[in-house]
Nanobody
Framework: VQLVESGGGLVQPGGSLRLSCAGS????????MSWYRQAPGKERELVAG????????NYADSVKGRFTIYRDNAKNTVYLQMNSLKPEDTAVYYC???????????WGQGTQVTVSS
Protein backbone atom coordinates (compact mmCIF):
# COMPACT_ATOMS: atom_id res chain seq x y z
CA VAL A 1 0.00 0.00 0.00
CA GLN A 2 1.34 3.39 -0.94
CA LEU A 3 0.09 6.96 -0.86
CA VAL A 4 2.27 9.58 -2.51
CA GLU A 5 1.53 13.27 -2.08
CA SER A 6 2.80 15.96 -4.42
CA GLY A 7 2.18 19.59 -5.28
CA GLY A 8 3.45 21.30 -2.18
CA GLY A 9 5.80 24.26 -2.23
CA LEU A 10 6.28 27.91 -1.42
CA VAL A 11 3.48 30.32 -2.32
CA GLN A 12 2.70 33.92 -1.47
CA PRO A 13 -0.32 34.84 0.63
CA GLY A 14 -3.42 34.90 -1.52
CA GLY A 15 -1.97 32.35 -3.90
CA SER A 16 -3.14 28.86 -4.83
CA LEU A 17 -1.78 25.33 -4.83
CA ARG A 18 -3.21 21.97 -5.78
CA LEU A 19 -2.07 18.95 -3.83
CA SER A 20 -2.35 15.46 -5.27
CA CYS A 21 -2.28 12.10 -3.53
CA ALA A 22 -1.89 8.99 -5.66
CA GLY A 23 -2.78 5.65 -4.12
CA SER A 24 -1.64 2.16 -5.07
CA UNK A 25 -1.80 -1.33 -3.65
CA UNK A 26 -5.40 -1.12 -2.49
CA UNK A 27 -8.86 -0.64 -3.98
CA UNK A 28 -8.82 3.14 -3.97
CA UNK A 29 -12.49 3.60 -4.85
CA UNK A 30 -13.63 1.83 -1.68
CA UNK A 31 -11.75 4.11 0.68
CA UNK A 32 -12.76 7.38 2.21
CA MET A 33 -10.00 9.90 1.61
CA SER A 34 -8.96 12.88 3.65
CA TRP A 35 -6.28 15.53 3.99
CA TYR A 36 -4.66 16.43 7.29
CA ARG A 37 -2.01 18.95 8.15
CA GLN A 38 0.49 19.46 10.90
CA ALA A 39 2.19 22.74 11.64
CA PRO A 40 5.36 22.94 13.77
CA GLY A 41 4.53 22.50 17.43
CA LYS A 42 0.90 21.68 16.74
CA GLU A 43 -1.15 18.53 16.56
CA ARG A 44 -2.17 17.02 13.26
CA GLU A 45 -5.61 18.27 12.25
CA LEU A 46 -8.22 17.26 9.72
CA VAL A 47 -8.45 19.67 6.81
CA ALA A 48 -10.95 17.98 4.48
CA GLY A 49 -12.59 14.61 3.99
CA UNK A 50 -14.36 12.93 1.09
CA UNK A 51 -16.34 9.71 1.04
CA UNK A 52 -15.48 6.83 -1.25
CA UNK A 53 -18.06 7.70 -3.88
CA UNK A 54 -17.58 11.43 -3.45
CA UNK A 55 -21.04 12.09 -2.09
CA UNK A 56 -20.03 13.49 1.28
CA UNK A 57 -17.46 16.19 2.00
CA ASN A 58 -16.44 17.89 5.20
CA TYR A 59 -14.02 20.72 5.87
CA ALA A 60 -12.34 22.33 8.82
CA ASP A 61 -13.92 25.69 9.57
CA SER A 62 -10.60 27.40 8.92
CA VAL A 63 -10.55 26.32 5.26
CA LYS A 64 -14.23 26.39 4.28
CA GLY A 65 -14.78 28.41 1.15
CA ARG A 66 -11.06 28.33 0.27
CA PHE A 67 -10.18 24.64 -0.09
CA THR A 68 -11.87 21.97 -2.18
CA ILE A 69 -11.31 18.23 -1.94
CA TYR A 70 -12.16 15.99 -4.87
CA ARG A 71 -11.14 12.65 -6.27
CA ASP A 72 -10.68 10.81 -9.54
CA ASN A 73 -11.15 7.13 -8.84
CA ALA A 74 -10.09 6.23 -12.37
CA LYS A 75 -6.68 7.72 -11.56
CA ASN A 76 -6.60 6.53 -7.92
CA THR A 77 -5.97 10.11 -6.91
CA VAL A 78 -7.41 12.59 -4.45
CA TYR A 79 -6.78 16.30 -4.74
CA LEU A 80 -6.88 19.33 -2.51
CA GLN A 81 -7.33 22.63 -4.30
CA MET A 82 -6.19 25.41 -2.00
CA ASN A 83 -7.05 29.01 -2.82
CA SER A 84 -6.59 32.29 -0.97
CA LEU A 85 -3.78 30.77 1.03
CA LYS A 86 -2.78 32.35 4.31
CA PRO A 87 0.44 32.12 6.32
CA GLU A 88 -1.44 30.05 8.90
CA ASP A 89 -1.98 27.37 6.25
CA THR A 90 1.73 26.61 6.41
CA ALA A 91 2.15 22.97 7.41
CA VAL A 92 3.02 19.51 6.21
CA TYR A 93 -0.03 18.12 4.45
CA TYR A 94 -0.81 14.40 4.60
CA CYS A 95 -3.41 12.32 2.86
CA UNK A 96 -5.11 9.41 4.51
CA UNK A 97 -7.09 6.50 3.15
CA UNK A 98 -9.61 4.85 5.44
CA UNK A 99 -11.82 1.81 5.08
CA UNK A 100 -13.96 1.76 8.21
CA UNK A 101 -15.22 -1.78 7.63
CA UNK A 102 -11.69 -3.11 8.01
CA UNK A 103 -10.53 -0.44 10.47
CA UNK A 104 -7.73 0.20 7.98
CA UNK A 105 -5.90 3.53 7.79
CA UNK A 106 -3.06 4.35 5.41
CA TRP A 107 -1.02 7.55 5.42
CA GLY A 108 1.18 9.28 2.91
CA GLN A 109 4.59 10.71 3.71
CA GLY A 110 3.46 14.33 3.57
CA THR A 111 4.19 17.36 1.44
CA GLN A 112 5.31 20.74 2.74
CA VAL A 113 3.21 23.83 2.06
CA THR A 114 4.72 27.18 3.00
CA VAL A 115 2.76 30.39 2.62
CA SER A 116 5.03 33.38 2.95
CA SER A 117 5.90 36.63 1.24
Amino acid sequence: VQLVESGGGLVQPGGSLRLSCAGSGFIFSRYDMSWYRQAPGKERELVAGLSSVGAMRNYADSVKGRFTIYRDNAKNTVYLQMNSLKPEDTAVYYCKARLAALNADYWGQGTQVTVSS
